[in-house]
């Protein structure tokens, strides 16, 4: 039979601070949900979507009070969607891979997966500070650069972070901060420097504000959209961005790619901040994606052993979960 055998809260410290619209972290908080048959262990990692309202706390709390099935399927009818499914979710693939012999991937029917060419996220900053950021994570060896705007001096960002990476490709996540502006205007300024994609430009709850908007580049959906009940009203984006702690897991998040795909939205593939124990089960998800933005362990000031390295410029398969 199995069960829950912990559910714990553990405090990363992010590398410098990590900055958007809404402010600064200096560190993350990570849960971290084990299960066992009484032979088998598997683990799963989430993290809180505090703009939502969650907390680590908060989330290791439905764990410890969830008296459902301990069945990935169960878990899409008897638990709500959010950091705490996620982390149970992903513990049970983790599971049950162990008691099959085989790794993940093999066992969700999916292809082997490959290296990962990752955007690395240039958190919000004077342009001079976003330039320097920008020449430096291009320095690494990072091709996609992931720049978080906040709908006021953005193209001087931009601009900055152009000169900083003259041979980048960009995308920019606007944390909702465009809602008020001319989206179309703002994106082809953009689109001179180079963007190839604009995310979230809107308030979640006013997806209809893009109903009337041109714009030349996709606009992808990120706080509006998280699992596939959410396709219906999403039709005036291009694409989607897929978060397994949005999703509620490993499960619903295979299925809303294959869901979007099928209706004809691009896919992006993205993280919270954490570990690479939660971002391996999304470099599956991430197989195939238009976009790739798993940084999330890289931006921390260390990993946990046996993390997912980067080579290249590229994200490597790992044996941290998930390989039976």
């Known amino acids: 039979m199995i069960r829950i055998i912990s559910a714990t809260v553990e405090r990363w410290p992010v590398a410098g601070a990590f900055i958007i619209s809404r402010g600064a972290k200096t560190h993350v908080d990570v849960i971290v949900c084990t299960v066992s048959d009484g032979t088998y262990v598997g683990r799963g990692e989430g993290t809180a979507i505090y703009y939502e309202g969650e907390s680590a706390e908060s989330c290791v709390a439905a764990l410890h009070a969830y008296a459902g099935p301990l069945e990935r399927q169960a878990l899409l009818t008897r638990m709500p969607r959010g950091a705490a499914r996620n982390a149970l979710d992903c513990a049970l693939w983790d599971l049950e891979a162990k008691r099959a012999g085989m790794p993940v991937w093999q066992l969700a029917g999916l292809a082997e997966p490959e290296a990962l060419p990752t955007a690395f996220t240039i958190s919000l900053g004077d342009p001079a500070t976003m330039e320097a950021d920008a020449r430096a994570a291009a320095g690494r060896g990072f091709a996609l650069l992931k720049c978080k705007l906040t709908g006021e001096g953005d193209r001087a960002r931009i601009a900055a972070v152009r000169a900083g990476a003259p041979h980048a490709r960009l995308i920019v996540d606007a944390n909702e901060s465009w809602h008020d502006m001319d989206i179309a205007a ?7 420097l180079g963007v190839e994609m604009v995310e979230q430009p809107v308030r979640h709850g006013d997806e209809a504000r893009l109903a009337a908007v041109r714009a030349p580049l996709p606009l992808c959906a990120d706080e509006s959209c998280h699992t596939r009940a959410n396709l219906d009203r999403l039709k005036d ?11 509620g897991g ?33 470099a599956l ?30 994200l490597q398969p790992g044996s941290l979960w998930g390989m039976g």
């Open 250 to 282: 490993l499960t619903e998040a295979l299925a809303l790619a294959r869901e979007a795909r099928a209706r004809g939205f691009r896919i992006m593939v993205g993280c919270m901040l954490g570990t690479s124990l939660g971002i391996a089960p999304a």
């Open 237 to 247: 984006f291009d694409a989607v961005n897929i978060k397994l702690d949005k999703a």
């Open 186 to 192: 703002e994106a082809a300024a953009l689109a001179a």
């Open 285 to 314: 998800v991430a197989q195939g994606a238009d976009w790739i933005d798993l940084d999330g362990a890289l931006l921390l000031a260390e990993d946990r052993g046996g993390g997912l390295a980067m080579r290249d410029g590229l």
